[in-house]
T-cell receptor, first 117, second 112 residues
Framework: GAVVSQHPSWVICKSGTSVKIECRSL??????MFWYRQFPKQSLMLMATSNEGSKATYEQGVEKDKFLINHASLTLSTLTVTSAHPEDSSFYIC?????????????FGEGSWLTVV | QKEVEQNSGPLSVPEGAIASLNCTYSDRVSQSFFWYRQYSGKSPELIMS??SNGDKEDGRFTAQLNKASQYVSLLIRDSQPSDSATYLC????????????WGAGTKLIIKP
């Protein structure tokens, strides 16, 4: 079964509105989660690191005021795309990991398709 | 700069044959290594993780790790058309727990 869950899987919003995407770790606590964006036929692009109880760390070129990240609990991180525009339409994916014997293991959520019209 | 390198392919393999995917990484202190499979329009799915030198088998998949050579590979036995996907090699960033350094991905095509 899923280890990391995302919601919604699909969302359509009007230009200028905001949309929130949730990422939940199931059955484990995640002090750190990661948000990625992927355009069709392109590579995964790391957007930001979500840190429980503190501010997110954004990658260079990612607008922190546009992509708001809140990691309010050990099992939930949210990504809010504010004042969305058609160019924000993309596939957004989160990841989280936990310790296993020998090292860390890292799973991805199912992803969220955002279409801004 | 830490890097992970993969041949982008496409790699075409006949159905039933062994598909061999390779990856090299630059950070000698890396500890955790992963192979993900990504179908078009879907998120990456963890296929194998490996942490120590040698082979690790799970069903039709075998991951191989050689830390001295900084080399990770994935073998897929009895390849099926459903194995056609992009395979992503990733190495955990030792400076940031659970953050991955990605290869570009190898597109694998299994021909019936």
């Amino acid at each position: 079964g899923a280890v990391v869950s995302q919601h919604p899987s699909w969302v359509i919003c009007k230009s200028g509105t905001s949309v929130k995407i949730e990422c939940r770790s199931l059955d484990f606590q995640a002090t750190t989660m990661f948000w990625y964006r992927q355009f069709p036929k392109q590579s995964l692009m790391l957007m930001a690191t979500s840190n429980e109880g503190s501010k997110a760390t954004y990658e260079q070129g990612v607008e922190k005021d546009k992509f708001l990240i809140n990691h309010a609990s050990l099992t939930l991180s949210t990504l809010t795309v504010t004042s969305a525009h058609p160019e924000d339409s993309s596939f957004y994916i989160c990841s989280a990991g936990f310790r296993v014997f020998g090292g860390n293991t890292i799973y991805f959520g199912e992803g969220s398709w955002l279409t801004v019209v | 700069q830490k890097e992970v390198e993969q041949n982008s392919g496409p790699l075409s393999v006949p159905e039933g044959a062994i598909a061999s995917l390779n990856c090299t990484y630059s950070d000698r202190v890396s500890q955790s290594f992963f192979w993900y499979r990504q179908y078009s329009g879907k998120s990456p799915e963890l296929i194998m993780s490996i942490y120590s030198n040698g082979d690790k088998e799970d069903g039709r998949f075998t991951a191989q790790l050689n830390k001295a050579s900084q080399y990770v590979s994935l073998l897929i036995r009895d390849s099926q058309p459903s194995d056609s996907a992009t395979y992503l090699c990733a190495v955990e960033n030792m400076d940031s727990n659970y953050q991955l350094i990605w290869g570009a991905g190898t597109k694998l095509i299994i021909k019936p």
